[in-house]
C-alpha cells in the first residue's frame, strides 16, 4: 500500500489513516472479470498508406513492408486496434482520476506496477456502507449509550473500567492501551482473539476524545473498515451465481456472522458486505498467509447483531510503504475450513514463507 498519513480515530471521530493506494496485483485470483466500461469505442479515418518517416520501436511494430515509392505500407487494423486501446486506457484513467480527486478527505492515489491495463470504472469509492434493498437497521429505540463523564478516564473521555459499552465484552476489558507510545491502539491480547469490539455512540455521554488519534500506524493501531453494499444473503447467492456464469472467480464478499451462533441467527438471514462495485482503500488489500493486518468485529449500535463495522488493525509495527495485507479465512470457523479442504479453495499466490499453498472462500 501507499504512504501512511495520521490516523484520525476510530469512532465518533473516525476515519481511514490510508492517503494513498498501492494496487497490488491479487495474488489470489488468476482470473479478472473483464469490465464493460474498459471497451472505448472511437471512430476515425485510416489510410493503407503514409509518407515515409524514420520509425523506431520494438520488433513487433505494425508496420510491414517498406515501398519504393516513398511509402510505408501499414496494418490498418492492427494500428486501429493499438490506436483504440491507447486512447480508450487514456480516458478511463482521466476518468478514474476525476473520481479520485471527488472523494473528501486525505487525496486517494492508485498506482499500478504490475501492468498497463486501466483501472475499472465499475468500481466507485465510497465513504461509507450502501444498503440495498432487504437491509433495515435495528431501531434506535434498542440503541443506548454510556454514562460516562467525559472528564474522567485519564481524560480519555470514558471511564474505560466502569463503562457500560464494556458490558457486551468477554472480560469487560477495555481493548485499548490507555497510556504510553501506543497509546490508542489494541491491545495485544485482543489482537490475538476473535473477539468482537463494542464502540461508544453517539448517545454516549463520554465525549468525541474516547479514543485518542495516534500519528504513526503501529502494532495494533486502526487502519480502516471494510465498506461495500450491504446486501441481503439471497442477492449474494445471485450475483455469484452471475459471476459463475462468466467463470469469474474473483469475489469480494464479506458476510456479517459474527454474532450469527450466539444470537441464532440462520444463515438466511445474514447480510453481506459487497465491496466489488463500491468500496474503500481496503478492498484492494491481499490475502496473505503471514499477514500484517487483522479484521474485528465492531460493534456501536450493541443491540444490531446484523450490521456492524468491520475494521482492520495493524498486527504489527508496519513502515510506511509496505503492502497491507489480511487473511481472508481468518474468522471463527477457520480451524474447521484447514480439516477440512473445500471444493470452492484457491491457489494461494501470496508467496510468504508460510504459505499453505491454498485459501478457503
Known amino acids: 500500500m501507499g504512504d501512511i498519513t495520521p490516523l484520525t480515530g476510530l469512532g465518533k471521530a473516525g476515519s481511514s489513516s490510508i492517503a494513498s493506494v498501492h494496487v497490488i496485483k491479487d495474488k489470489v485470483q488468476k482470473r479478472k472479470r473483464p ?3 474498459n471497451k472505448q469505442v472511437v471512430s476515425f479515418v485510416s489510410t493503407s498508406k503514409i509518407p515515409r518517416k524514420t520509425v523506431s520501436g520494438r520488433s513487433n511494430s505494425a508496420i510491414s ?3 519504393t515509392e516513398g511509402f510505408v505500407s501499414i496494418d490498418g487494423a492492427a494500428m486501429l486496434e493499438n490506436a483504440l486501446e491507447e486512447i480508450g486506457a487514456l480516458r478511463i484513467r482521466e476518468a478514474f482520476l476525476r473520481r479520485l480527486d471527488a472523494i473528501p478527505g486525505p487525496k486517494v492515489t492508485l498506482t499500478n506496477d504490475i501492468d498497463d491495463t486501466s483501472p475499472s470504472l465499475s468500481f466507485r469509492f465510497v465513504d461509507s456502507c450502501v444498503l440495498r434493498e432487504g437491509v433495515t437497521k435495528a431501531s434506535e429505540e434498542f440503541m443506548f449509550g454510556c454514562t460516562c463523564k467525559p472528564n474522567n478516564g485519564r481524560h480519555m473521555g470514558c471511564e474505560y473500567t466502569a463503562c457500560e459499552c464494556l458490558d457486551q465484552m468477554n472480560n469487560r476489558k477495555f481493548p485499548y492501551i490507555a497510556t504510553g507510545d501506543r497509546a490508542g491502539t489494541l491491545r495485544d491480547g485482543h489482537l490475538s482473539t476473535r473477539d468482537a469490539i463494542f464502540e461508544c455512540n453517539r448517545l454516549c455521554n463520554c465525549g ?9 500506524l503501529r502494532k495494533g493501531e486502526f487502519i480502516d473498515t471494510y465498506k461495500g453494499e450491504i446486501i441481503t444473503n439471497r442477492a449474494a447467492n445471485e450475483r455469484e451465481r452471475a459471476k459463475k ?4 472467480k474473483d469475489t469480494y464478499l464479506y458476510t456479517m456472522e459474527k454474532f450469527a451462533e ?5 444463515p ?3 447480510y453481506i458486505v459487497d465491496g466489488e462495485y463500491l468500496g474503500g482503500p481496503t478492498r484492494f488489500m491481499n490475502h496473505s498467509c503471514d499477514p500484517n493486518c487483522r479484521q ?8 444490531d447483531m446484523y450490521i456492524y463495522d ?4 495493524a498486527i504489527d509495527s508496519i513502515p510506511a510503504g509496505t503492502e497491507l495485507t489480511f487473511n481472508y479465512t481468518d474468522n471463527d470457523h477457520t480451524e474447521q475450513r484447514r480439516k477440512k479442504k473445500s471444493r470452492d479453495s484457491l491457489e494461494c499466490l501470496c508467496g510468504s514463507a508460510n504459505c499453505r499453498g491454498y485459501i478457503w472462500m
Do not use: Q, W
Not at 456464469?245 to 469469474?248: P, S, V
Not at 474485528?296 to 443491540?303: E, L
Open 310 to 313: 468491520l475494521a482492520f488493525f
Open 208 to 216: 468525541d476524545n474516547c479514543l485518542r488519534c495516534p500519528v504513526d
Open 296 to 303: 474485528f468485529s465492531v460493534s456501536y449500535h450493541h443491540g
Open 268 to 270: 438466511h438471514m445474514l
Open 35 to 37: 469490465s464493460e466500461e
Open 245 to 248: 456464469k462468466i467463470k469469474a
Open 262 to 266: 450466539g444470537n441464532n441467527i440462520p
Open 65 to 67: 513492408t517498406v515501398s
